[in-house]
């Protein structure tokens, strides 16, 4: 049996340690994804291959481009993306599959509705999509029982974003839940919400 496991952080360097960890636990590439908030362009400089031009996924509005050095591992396969509602990221693993149409993300509603396909409760599949919206960076895992104790330690505590208390956050300025139809946030604003929870006191584990 295997269990679907995802962790919210808001630096793609702590995403990509958890991905390197999953990786090191023994969790394979293929059961690991990652969707991380592109919107200051930190990987517009490392360009695209020239065969793999941009392309627009059908009943999505969900672009894709490969990255030239992503990394190693499932990292190495990072592509580029513009998801509706959440804007400009860089993705890679099986969730890419459902939020650009090929499986349950195009009909069940992009980020969030692939989320809630893959077992993810509706609240939190919500506060992720929007974490993600605000620069955060999103890691999802299929692992087997066997690991799952460990997997969700990992992703879960340490930098990891508590979903409850980011949701009572969000809340507390009037957010009622993610919309996809809402325009991406800006550089400028993403980096104001990346200063707002610099400090990894209120990442709190999750429950």
Sequence with gaps: MTQTITGLFDTYAHASS???????????????????SNADDTYASRGT??????????GTGATAGTV????AGLLAGLGLMAIPGVGPVVAAGWLVATI???GIGAAAGGLAGSLTGAGVSEEHAHVYAEGVRRGGSLV???????????????????????????RAAYQSEGWTGFDQDA??????????ERARYSTNSTNLPAS
């Design 140 to 166: 999802t895992a299929k692992v087997s029982d066997t690991l799952a104790t460990q997997a969700r330690s990992l992703l879960t505590q340490g930098a990891a974003v508590d979903p409850d208390a980011r």
């Design 18 to 36: 958890a991905v390197a960890q999953l990786e090191s636990m023994g969790v394979p590439h293929g059961d690991i994804s990652i969707v991380a």
């Design 49 to 58: 291959t020239d065969d793999d031009q941009t392309s627009t996924a059908a």
């Design 68 to 71: 030239i050095g992503g990394g």
């Design 183 to 192: 325009p991406a946030y800006t550089q400028d604003e993403v980096q104001r």
């Design 100 to 102: 650009t149409g090929a």
